[in-house]
């Protein structure tokens, strides 16, 4: 079955004019010629997008949105009328919002954090900027140590309310975000703590791994000056997340690990690449 707002891999089944049809189960949509892959012939398989045109025919496009439904993601609003506003999403058709799905009327040029879903009534896309009702931490469907998808949601006094895997809410403290964060950011994180209802999170990768990761960039850092960073133990925090983008005590266990592993030796002034 052809499904609505996601990616389908369909098999390109008869040729025409203005594009190629594509095989479903019950049905054939149309692909138009400006997205037809060059060499394409009846037979191949095609990774597209499904969505309803303007004149609500189901259409196929090898364009790539920037959300599929049930995603949570910043957009532009490029339009409104007394009915609503559109969205651009990356596709030649602009995502609709409703007026009665706007927290307050979108002006065009700004962005807003919306969530993509099917309209159970006209079975179309559409948006909406309420997004609560679909957030629940009732069922969690993560443990602790998970890793996660996460989307800042808003501010609050103690750190921002993260979306977490468009399904739930956690918190994102202060005290653990050394980079700056935009509401509607993406990012990758883990689930530090769950008690009760409540969800801690932290970005980047638990443990070990986080350290590996970071050493890739810390090697990348060192390659693209000339194999020698002037850092070390006396370095202020400031200094290392401005440079690195990472707190200094993640630093000090990144560069210990790399020592350890001899891809790194210290000087006096810092630390370089270790020779072979």
Not at 51 to 65: F, G, K, M, V, W
Not at 199 to 206: C, R, W
Not at 239 to 250: L, P, R, V
Request: glycine share 8%; no cysteine; charged share 30%.
């Amino acid at each position: 079955m052809i499904k609505v707002g996601e990616y389908n891999l369909l098999r390109v089944k008869k040729e025409a004019d203005f594009g190629v049809y594509l095989e479903g189960i019950d049905q054939e949509v149309l692909l138009p010629s400006r997205f037809v892959p060059r060499e394409t012939k009846i037979g191949d398989e095609l990774e597209v997008f499904i969505y309803h045109d303007s004149e609500n025919r189901l259409i196929a496009t090898t364009q790539r949105p920037y959300g599929v439904a049930g995603d949570i993601v910043l957009l532009k609003a490029v339009s409104t009328t007394k009915q609503g506003a559109f969205l651009d999403w990356g596709l030649m058709k602009d995502l609709f919002v409703a007026q009665s799905q706007q927290l307050t009327r979108m002006v065009p040029g700004q962005e807003y954090l919306v969530k993509i879903y099917i309209d159970e009534l006209t079975g179309r896309l559409a948006a909406t900027e309420k997004i609560d009702r679909f957030l629940s931490n009732e069922n969690l469907t993560v443990k602790e140590k998970d890793l996660v998808n996460l989307v800042a949601y808003r501010r609050t006094d103690i750190g921002y309310v993260m979306i977490i895997n468009n399904q739930h809410t956690g918190i994102l403290h202060h005290s653990d975000i050394f980079r700056p964060i935009e509401i509607g950011d993406k990012m990758t994180g883990f689930i530090r703590q769950i008690k009760d209802d409540k969800i801690d999170v932290i970005l980047g990768k638990p443990g070990f791994s986080k350290v590996e990761d970071e050493g890739e960039k810390v090697l990348r850092l060192l390659r693209e000056n000339d194999g020698y960073l002037p850092y070390h133990d006396k370095s202020t925090p400031e200094e290392i997340q401005d440079f690195f983008g990472m707190s200094k005590k993640t630093f000090k266990m990144t560069i210990g690990n790399l020592y350890k592993q001899r891809k790194i030796v210290f000087t006096q002034t810092g630390f370089k690449i270790a020779e072979d």
